[in-house]
């Protein structure tokens, strides 16, 4: 390998971790570099149970315009249109956006090495496994219906 190719990986890498994104999830602006294990957004493990009308990590249910607003008055409007609202999510996780090129999968630490000098919040202050030393996108647990309880 020569030094230019070597050179052009590293300025990618710089590239995909600090072009800027818009969370598909939460809609807030983010670089990678700022966003890899910091879980600053949420997300819910299990999927919608449509039967049970709740999700099936945590059993959220959809909460209607008249609980969410005080908007118990206008019943007659409240039928004609309930919007369904939910929180954003049970558990902690990275922002993501299918525009970034970084993939929303935990991340080896020494991959990045070239990029830990240049991360706020620094990477001590990140979610990190203590088993392998990558930063971790996403909270697992506390989902009986997946298996993504902590291996
Ligand atoms: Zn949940
Ligand atoms: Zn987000």
Known sequence: MSLYD???????VIEAFT??????????????LANVGTWGC????????Y???EYECCGEKPMNHSNYNNFAAFA??????????????????DH?????KVPYKDI???????????MKPPLEKRNISKRDTSLVRKEYGGCPTRENTLA
Do not use: M
């Not at 070597?6 to 990618?12: A, G, I, M, T």
């Open 6 to 12: 070597s050179d052009e990986k590293v300025n990618q």
């Open 19 to 32: 072009e800027l994104h818009q969370c598909t999830h939460c809609n807030a602006y983010f670089t990678e």
């Open 42 to 49: 949420r997300y819910h493990p299990g999927k919608y149970n």
């Open 51 to 53: 039967e049970k009308d």
């Open 76 to 93: 007659t409007w409240k039928h004609k249109y309930t919007p369904r609202l939910f929180s954003l999510g049970c558990k902690r996780c």
């Open 96 to 100: 993501r956006s299918p525009a970034s």
């Open 108 to 118: 080896k630490c020494e991959k990045i090495a070239q990029l830990i000098p240049f």
